[in-house]
């Protein structure tokens, strides 16, 4: 088992690489129900106001009644589920290959999908388990860690102003008395320097702001004169002769909305199946896949495809674009 078990109301619940996720009695280990995915298990259980949420191999994203084990609803991802999710605020989140999903937990309804990278790159696959905290998401891939939520501005480190600092003023001693004598004492003339006041640059500023003006205005001048007569004169345009289809070419083809969604679809299985195709050997060499699921798994994808190209067919023939 891949699978961290969670423990609620007494009961423990855990899934297995036998593809079966399992309700036991926390006491005794009682089997109280099981229920059977379509491939191994490897993400942790979330249990969250009476449902059991959980992840398989096989595309999808489950959720269970926790008491009985009756399926409530299942999403199907593009690939397999690995990442265990988490539930908050009403909301699921979980991350499959390279895309991390937000589900309404209630109603399985999609309220957004993030793609890690354009590139089916390994370092990019998210096995690991979201955490939510003080309004936000935190989920990781093998590279990168990443948070979502509302942004909001960090407010400027107010200024501290600078304490004044006065200097007191020197005390003097008290005079002290002597026996009275006569001395004459001559007041110190006080000598005052004066400094020539700061030179101001205001006349170099005029001066290189005049430099630019002649400067632009010789540019414009030079660009915006008038050619001679001559060079104005242009010969009058011939109108070109309407180019008319070869028969060998063919207008280009109006799709409907329909047909768009439909070859979008197509383009997607087909890139399932190439995955599928190229990943095989290593899946079946670490056990999460045997021969005979992805000989399944591949005869889904094929019918899948040719269920697509007929729809593709039929809204051609009505008109949705022209074959």
Not at 143 to 151: D, L, N, S, V, W
Request: aromatic share 10%; charged share 25%; hydrophobic share 30%.
């Amino acid at each position: 088992m891949s699978s961290s078990p969670a423990v609620a109301d007494g009961k423990v619940y855990v899934g297995s690489f036998d593809h079966y996720m399992y309700c036991l009695k926390a006491n005794t280990g009682e089997l109280i129900w099981k229920y059977k995915a379509n491939h191994v298990i490897f993400s942790s259980p979330t249990v969250a106001k009476g449902k059991v949420y959980f992840g398989s191999w096989d595309s999808h994203l489950y959720c269970l009644n926790m008491d009985r084990g009756e399926l409530i609803w299942n999403y199907i991802t593009n690939r397999g589920v690995e990442s265990s999710p988490a539930v908050a605020h009403e909301k699921l989140y979980f991350g499959s290959y390279v895309y991390i999903y937000c589900l309404n937990a209630k109603i399985k309804q999609v309220l957004w999908i993030y793609k890690t990278s354009k590139y089916r790159d390994p370092y990019h696959y998210i096995v690991s388990s979201p955490a939510v905290a003080e309004g936000k998401l935190y989920i990781s891939d093998r590279t990168y860690i990443y948070c979502f939520g509302e942004k909001k501005e960090i407010p400027p480190s107010p200024t501290t102003p600078t304490p004044l600092t006065t200097t007191p003023a020197p005390t003097t001693p008290p005079p002290t008395t002597s026996a009275p004598t006569i001395t004459s004492t001559t007041t110190p003339k006080l000598t005052t320097t004066t400094h020539p006041p700061p030179k101001s640059n205001t006349p170099l500023y005029l001066g290189i702001a005049a430099v630019v003006i002649v400067i632009l205005w010789v540019a414009i001048y030079q660009i915006t004169r008038k050619k001679p007569e001559k060079e104005v004169i242009e010969e009058p345009t011939k109108k070109k002769p309407e180019e008319k289809l070869k028969p060998s070419e063919k207008p280009p083809e109006e799709i409907s909305p329909e047909l768009k969604k439909l070859l979008e679809e197509k383009a997607e299985w087909r890139e399932k199946l190439e995955d599928l195709k190229r990943e095989k050997d290593d899946l079946i060499k670490r056990g999460v896949m045997t021969e005979e699921y992805y000989q399944q798994r591949y005869e889904e994808i094929i019918n899948k495809l040719v269920d697509i190209e007929d729809k593709i067919i039929q809204e051609r023939m009505k008109g949705g674009g022209k074959k």
